[in-house]
């Protein structure tokens, strides 16, 4: 799974115990949140300079995803939710909601929602 952020913007990543990617830097942990270029594992704010421009890539499945902006392409999810930005799924067994952003996904559970863009199933 690959997301896009600037800084300043907010997301929340609910993990099965896997790892993060972010900026070429790994993380394990269930709860990953970024939150104004400060990355914070489990509830411990984690060392490093803040971020600008984040790449974050996530290996294993992913229980949730919540960010204010940015795109989001994953393989399998519970759920993913963002505010703007177009989203790429494979299976998903929750929602997908997208305020304004495309949304292209494999078979999902739950309700497929964007105020603003196109829905495709693939």
């Not at 411990?44 to 300079?49: K, N, P, R």
């Not at 995803?65 to 393989?75: D, H, L, P, S, Y």
Request: contains cysteine; aromatic residues 0%.
């Amino acid at each position: 799974m690959r997301i896009q952020q600037r800084r300043g913007e907010r997301m929340q990543i609910k993990t099965k115990d896997g790892q993060i990617n972010i900026n070429g830097r790994v993380f394990k942990g269930t709860h990953i949140t970024i939150r104004d270029g400060e990355i914070i594992v489990d509830g411990v704010i984690q060392d490093g300079d803040p971020l600008s421009d984040l790449n974050v890539t996530i290996h294993g499945d992913v229980e949730r995803i919540e960010t204010t902006a940015g795109k989001v392409t994953a393989n399998r999810a519970g759920s993913i939710r963002t505010k703007s930005g177009d989203v790429e799924c494979g299976d998903v067994s929750g929602d997908v909601k997208t305020m304004s952003g495309d949304i292209e996904c494999g078979a999902v559970g739950g309700g497929v929602e964007t105020m603003s863009g196109d829905i495709r199933h693939r």
